[in-house]
């Protein structure tokens, strides 16, 4: 049956080509509000095809998502996140965003540009996997449901929503996958154990709340001698928040219940130092644009790799106050001060629990005026290399002959967090087999046709396949 | 000759005035170099219909400056500070910023609208003046030398290089005046001996500097947690410097030599406490448009006084990391941080020296990698109520019948301190018996027939002569 399927996704490469082709051209720009209802109401039309039993636009107060749900009646059911907006188009590109220009890119023979290649296509490819798998098996062999948002470049600000509004159906899903191409440009494959949560926050200091300094706008520079100063104050608040010598985040109990690695994650750990002596920021993921020549406290080794999975964040994102252009025209005495702040947290460290330390520790310094908004708060989520959904991935890569790089978790967070936090789902990343890049900068695209080291669009949907039937049929996979 | 000098400008009023609306139809926009050539280009025709030995275009390496002489023959020689460029338009205009516009304006009878209309016409109508002098009298009292810049809204950065440029001519003048109007709404006159200085710089946190953190661009902020943070670094180096609840500059001897002040002072600040009682902060010059309702440390009547005049500022106007747009999208950890400070410094306060006490003190405290970029240095300027230019003005005021509001000196700074540092010159502020508002708003506007409180063009012209003829009979006044 696997051949069969096989055969049909070699068979229909064109014209599955061409459904990725036609997302390609659709813009879903969800910063600019461009594309992105229509982008759904496409999803919905390829749902709908696919015979799912539900599929439909799902209203937020702000851009639509989609909520599909497809009924295999089989024993075990799978959820799904994908998202199908793309941030904003910005600049280097030689080919036009969204022509969905097919051309060939060294050393891959083709490569499908364009804004989304990285999610959006990555989705639909999945999609094109299930439909070869209805064509040559008759029936998919898991039940689905779709859970496709359109607001995850605007901060997901929608998911717990969307959660409650299908919690009928989600509750009784198993696991929760999240497709999408997984290998690097060298085709290693890289497995990460879940990720951390994220609280982000805005801290506002300001003449208004704290009843003194200025109200109402800035006042001129030469007052500052004897009018108080909201910046200065949000500086000193910041002070006390984050020591940057010994790299430890100052708030009271902020680390309490924060767990150690267990036996399982030491031996991960143990695997990485080994896989990456020598080179470790050549390991940590999303790194870039930048470039890091040493780590904080001269860490190296298995140390870099703990502390990035282990330990809390408290990173300043956005500071800014008075006039913050090029050169300076504007000398004032600005009215507030305002800092963003995103935590990552390890499991064991509740978001909204930090950020209530966090007020206190504010308050017990004085600081009560510091105003807290909370633009984000989502909570962890953990995956044991022993639960179903990391086995049926693993036994996929071994039966491709691949050596996959596993972390004990990923430093970063994302909306599936929310799933976890309200569902208890184990969310499985991506695992597909092919390659993409620049996902928010110019020329991004997906491998089409690959070198030999990373797969293109037949291998990833093949390993699609080969994760819902290895899933499906675990503990004896196909 | 006075009424002769009165009868030529009432007789030329709209002569006078038309030659204000002709500049105010002339753009003189430096930060967007929108027409400062041209304007510059009239200037030097009206100095040159008026009769000046000298007059020409000063080039500098960006926007053109004027220079003009005129000799008289007189014993005494003053030279003139003014700047005809403007600020950018910007909004809230009823009547089209270049349209020189003359209308009612309750309470007064007419007034000129436009962009430039405190600084360029308060040049302009100076010119004037001096021509009705010319026809009345047949020669000025003083000679004049007139540096006129078109780079004041860009920060004046080549008023020095002005300066020793015609150094040959200026370091013969006996003092220097500063043409405008300076009544207030209600007609009150306001009169500063002196400005204090300013040393403007900003402070850099990068990991480009530091050798630590991110470099050649920001990293994910997930890797916050093993790399070191510009950011925070900034953070912690600028609560060094000042202690927001003292409110007190705590880099190492910044205050040393700072002059207490003397009994002429104390008896200006009396004067000023006695008569702005319970209203202090409607005072201070140039708070607005933010609105203050407790100085700092709960300061009241001459404490405020004093401490505007004779304390020094440390001042953020600006502060900014990573993304500084509304919301956040862009989570990164920011390779660099910028902080922007001005700091109004006494006469006995040297910037240069400031500059390097900062420097030593960030050494000192372990930030020798935190860049210090100077952005502007300018000295004080100090006059005392016995030189000739403050007796001159005072005796014009007392001749007008007005009970000026003394200060020791403005907390602000202007481009005549470089005059100043370079030259000695002892600077005079606006003493014209007019009224003009909005300054950097919309709607700017010169009251061109004032409402009985506050001067017209005619009482303006009329009180730049006065000032002429009292300095320049001095001490024997007309």
Redesign the interface.
Known sequence: MRDAIYRHIDANQEAHLAKLRQYASQPSVS?ENLGVEQCAQMLVRDFQALGCREAEIAPTPLLPSVWAYYDAGAPKTLALYGYFDTNVVGSGWDHPPFDAVVAPRAPHKRVLYGRGANNKQGLIAFLNALSSIKAAAGQLPVNLMFVCEGEE???SPHVPLLIDRYRHHLSKAHGMITPGPCQNAGGDVTLALGN?GCL?I?LEAS?EKW???????????????????P???L??A??TL?D??E?RILVDGFYDGLAKPTAEDMALLDGLAARYKGREASA?P???????????ND?TGRD?FE??CF??????????????GP?????????A?YC?I?H?LPPDLDPEVCCQKIRAHLDRHGFRDIGIKV?MSVGAQKLSIKDDLAQAALRVFKNWDIDPVVWPR????GPTGSFSQMLGLKVLGATGMSYASSHSAGNEFLVIEGDGKVGGLAELEKSYVDLLYSYASYPNPF
């Open positions: 910063q470049f605007t901060g951390k982000h805005e003449g009843g003194r300094g200025p109200t109402g706008g800035p006042v001129h520079s030469s007052t500052m001698v004897v009018v108080d100063h910046v200065w104050r500086v000193h910041l002070a984050y940057a010598k790299n940590i999303a790194l870039g644009p930048g470039k890091v020549d040493k780590f904080l860490l870099v502390r990035y330990q809390p964040t408290m990173n300043i994102n956005g500071l800014r106050a008075g006039y913050t050169g300076t025209t504007l000398w004032t005495l600005p009215q001060a963003t995103d990552r633009m990923r430093g970063a967070s």
